[in-house]
């Protein structure tokens, strides 16, 4: 089976730099995705990293190591917006073919 | 369409009672997922259609849920008897092929928030 590891909450300042880790276990991975969704929202998707390194778009990078089995999520010059929860999902090999798990997911907040 | 279209986006209903979710996805999405949403928590895979076929319902909770999908496009969940456990928001994605691949991974809706009283 597949599960995942992220930190339940995080708090950083506007205009900063923050990082949510996702660690995972799994067989036949495939790749490593992040998802944003505000309260009452529904989850977008923010970036897929199928290969080792390091993936920007924009204010947001998201980087991948398959032998560490671990991600991140690395949001720059913070906004209050950013305040959200963020989700990792692996994809991965399950019963013949590709399937998505999503963690429990990180609830940022951004403070002034 | 151009999103992924749910209904109703709020449900409340009474204790054993049936209800039925309708999902709408992208015109053209051949891969059609359900998860589950409690309060403050993650998604709960419940079940992936490929076209009208469903090669995993692994996370159906019980025997009082169902779904089916026609026509390769609109897929509708059916919860029996509901209980108060069942609470929660249900949410739909679609996406064009492989689940999870591409730019653009997965496009969800915006759920419908189920409420049994």
């Known amino acids: 089976g597949q599960s995942l590891e992220q930190p339940s909450e995080v708090t950083a300042v506007e205009g900063a730099i923050v990082q949510i880790n996702c660690t995972y276990q799994t067989s036949g991975f495939y790749g490593l995705s992040w998802y944003q969704q505000h309260d009452g929202g529904a989850p977008t998707f923010l970036s897929y990293?199928?290969?080792?390194g390091l993936e920007e778009t924009g204010r947001f990078s998201s980087f991948l190591s398959r032998s560490d089995s671990y991600g991140y999520l690395l949001l720059q010059e913070l906004q209050m917006k950013d305040s959200a929860s963020y989700f990792c999902?692996?994809?991965?090999?399950?019963?013949?073919?590709?399937?998505?798990?999503f963690g429990t997911g990180t609830k940022l907040q951004v403070i002034p | 369409g151009a999103g992924v279209s749910q209904s109703p986006s709020n449900k409340v209903t009474e204790k054993g009672k049936d209800v039925e979710l309708r999902c709408d996805p992208i015109?053209?999405?051949?891969?059609l997922y359900w998860y589950r949403q409690s309060l403050g928590q993650g998604l709960e895979f419940l079940i992936y259609f490929q076209g009208n076929s469903a090669p995993d319902k692994s996370g159906l909770p019980s025997d009082r849920f169902s779904a089916e999908r026609t026509g390769g496009s609109v897929s509708t969940l059916t919860i029996q008897r509901t209980q108060q456990e069942d609470s929660a928001v249900y949410l739909c994605a679609s996406s064009l092929g492989t689940p999870g691949t591409g730019p653009g991974g997965y496009t969800f809706g915006s759920g419908t928030r189920l409420t049994v009283v």
């Open positions: 990293n199928a290969l080792d």
């Open positions: 015109s053209g999405h051949t891969a």
């Open positions: 999902a692996v994809r991965d090999l399950s019963g013949g073919y590709q399937k998505v798990t």
